[in-house]
């Protein structure tokens, strides 16, 4: 991984496995129960010395999508040269395999406790009535993925047990294939120790694409115990490489994804039949969503003034004015990006996965030579997929 301008060192150990339901769930729960295992239980005193003794370093676990799923267990470190300290970088080792393997003790108390814990909050989302109607519409488009639904979530959660969660990280998360990420000033002994400490399994590189199958365009209706009625629509597409992915984010800015873009300024500010209206890509799935929180009373007109902007974006493209517009807008995203270390690394990793060149500084370059006709392709190829439309009926 090349080396870069920050300070901090990460060292990172990331396990692929196979993407279902069930261990998309289960990943939930190892990001939150692994970390506070180690912070706090498997040998409290022994971790409060070493975080002592590495100037507030800090491990993290997170879990994730692409391609296939993964599991990073990551720790990040102060630059041993700065502190003069010339054994933080040892120290960091050892943590960072107490992180990964060091959980044959995790007992059922700790186990329940963080475990409902994490029901809660997935139980709270019901709570806001108008967020809660975008997850169930997530649900609808997506429950055919290896995404679960809210409700599968729930089920899979409450069910699980402390034996089924061990046999889960112990034979699926650290069975699975083993990619290291090693990113900041370090020296090429450190860099040397640590890929020799663990190791690193060979990758068979994956796809990150895939689509939904073709279907007639679905309309449904419900009511909400809420204030504001939510409009949420959705547009398939197929997306098979990093150029149409990047036409995909430009389109999206154009539509929906600015406080400069089509929608926003004709939905919101010229006809003022919502109180807020963005769209998003979702590059896992070739999909474009559409969300907008309106007046019940102004629904009817607000759902048919939001489809005829979008069929026109469909059929007759964009300008090249608003092309330059989204052009300057992607590149500055990806220049905020270029100042996260946590960026690189997850760039660095997709690479790894995918033997795609997903780096900032490639996109940078797909941005600036992607064309007016390219972008107005892709915007051709979107169909309608499926919308709801939550009408509120709270009068407070």
Same mark, same amino acid.
């Given at each position: 991984?090349?080396?870069?301008?920050?300070?901090?060192?990460?060292?990172?150990?990331?396990?692929?496995?196979?993407?279902?339901?069930?261990?998309?769930?289960?990943?939930?729960?190892?990001?939150?129960?692994?970390?506070?295992?180690?912070?706090?239980?498997?040998?409290?005193?022994?971790?409060?010395?070493?975080?002592?003794?590495?100037?507030? &370093?800090?491990?993290?676990?997170?879990?994730?999508?692409?391609?296939?799923?993964?599991?990073?267990?990551?720790?990040?470190?102060?630059?041993?040269?700065?502190?003069?300290?010339?054994?933080? +970088?040892?120290?960091?080792?050892?943590?960072?395999?107490?992180?990964?393997?060091?959980?044959?003790?995790?007992?059922?108390?700790?186990?329940?406790?963080?475990?409902?814990?994490? !029901?809660?909050?997935?139980? &709270?989302?019901?709570?806001?009535?108008?967020?809660?109607?975008?997850?169930?519409?997530?649900?609808?488009?997506?429950?055919?993925?290896?995404?679960?639904?809210?409700?599968?979530?729930?089920?899979?959660?409450?069910?699980?047990?402390?034996?089924?969660?061990?046999?889960?990280?112990?034979?699926?998360?650290?069975?699975?294939?083993?990619?290291?990420?090693?990113?900041?000033?370090?020296?090429?002994?450190?860099?040397?120790? +640590?890929?020799?400490? +663990?190791?690193?399994?060979?990758?068979?590189?994956?796809?990150?694409? =895939?689509?939904?199958?073709?279907?007639?365009?679905?309309?449904?209706?419900?009511?909400?115990?809420?204030?504001?009625?939510?409009?949420?629509?959705?547009?398939?597409?197929?997306?098979?490489?990093?150029?149409?992915?990047?036409?995909?984010?430009?389109?999206?800015?154009?539509?929906?994804?600015?406080?400069?873009?089509?929608?926003?300024?004709?939905?919101?500010?010229?006809?003022?039949?919502?109180?807020?209206?963005? &769209?998003?890509?979702?590059?896992?799935? *070739?999909? !474009?969503?559409?969300?907008?929180?309106?007046?019940?009373?102004?629904?009817?007109?607000?759902?048919?003034?939001?489809?005829?902007?979008?069929?026109?974006?469909?059929?007759?493209?964009?300008?090249?004015?608003?092309?330059?517009?989204?052009?300057?807008?992607?590149? *500055?995203?990806?220049?905020?990006?270029?100042?996260?270390?946590?960026?690189?690394?997850?760039?660095?990793?997709?690479?790894?996965? =995918?033997?795609?060149?997903?780096?900032?500084?490639?996109?940078?370059?797909?941005?600036?030579?992607?064309?007016?006709?390219?972008?107005?392709?892709?915007?051709?190829?979107?169909?309608?997929?499926?919308?709801?439309?939550?009408?509120?009926?709270?009068?407070?």
């Amino acid at each position: 991984m090349p080396k870069t301008r920050f300070k901090a060192i990460n060292l990172v150990a990331v396990f692929l496995y196979e993407p279902t339901k069930k261990n998309y769930v289960l990943a939930t729960l190892l990001d939150d129960i692994i970390v506070s295992h180690t912070d706090n239980h498997q040998n409290e005193q022994k971790m409060a010395i070493l975080k002592q003794e590495m100037y507030g &370093s800090r491990i993290t676990v997170a879990s994730d999508y692409y391609a296939s799923l993964y599991s990073a267990f990551m720790i990040s470190i102060p630059n041993p040269r700065l502190v003069d300290d010339a054994n933080l +970088f040892s120290t960091s080792i050892e943590v960072l395999k107490e992180l990964i393997y060091a959980h044959n003790n995790l007992n059922i108390e700790i186990f329940n406790n963080r475990k409902r814990m994490i !029901l809660e909050a997935f139980l &709270s989302l019901k709570n806001d009535k108008r967020r809660f109607s975008r997850v169930v519409f997530s649900d609808e488009i997506l429950r055919d993925t290896i995404l679960p639904t809210y409700q599968e979530t729930i089920d899979i959660i409450k069910e699980t047990t402390l034996d089924d969660f061990m046999s889960f990280y112990l034979n699926t998360v650290l069975k699975g294939k083993r990619v290291l990420l090693a990113n900041g000033p370090l020296t090429d002994d450190e860099n040397s120790i +640590f890929f020799e400490s +663990f190791k690193q399994d060979e990758i068979t590189h994956e796809s990150p694409y =895939s689509f939904l199958e073709d279907k007639e365009p679905t309309l449904y209706r419900s009511d909400i115990l809420a204030l504001q009625t939510e409009i949420c629509l959705s547009y398939k597409t197929v997306i098979k490489d990093l150029n149409e992915s990047m036409a995909a984010n430009l389109a999206n800015i154009i539509l929906g994804g600015a406080f400069e873009s089509r929608l926003f300024l004709y939905i919101r500010e010229e006809l003022g039949l919502c109180y807020d209206i963005s &769209s998003r890509y979702n590059r896992n799935f *070739s999909l !474009l969503s559409i969300t907008a929180g309106v007046d019940p009373k102004n629904v009817d007109i607000a759902y048919q003034e939001i489809k005829k902007t979008i069929d026109q974006f469909i059929e007759k493209g964009i300008n090249s004015d608003e092309l330059s517009l989204a052009k300057e807008k992607a590149k *500055s995203a990806l220049l905020s990006r270029s100042e996260s270390q946590m960026s690189y690394i997850n760039d660095h990793l997709e690479n790894i996965i =995918s033997g795609l060149d997903n780096s900032i500084e490639n996109k940078f370059l797909i941005i600036n030579k992607m064309t007016l006709n390219e972008v107005n392709k892709f915007i051709s190829t979107l169909k309608p997929y499926h919308g709801h439309i939550f009408r509120g009926n709270r009068n407070d």
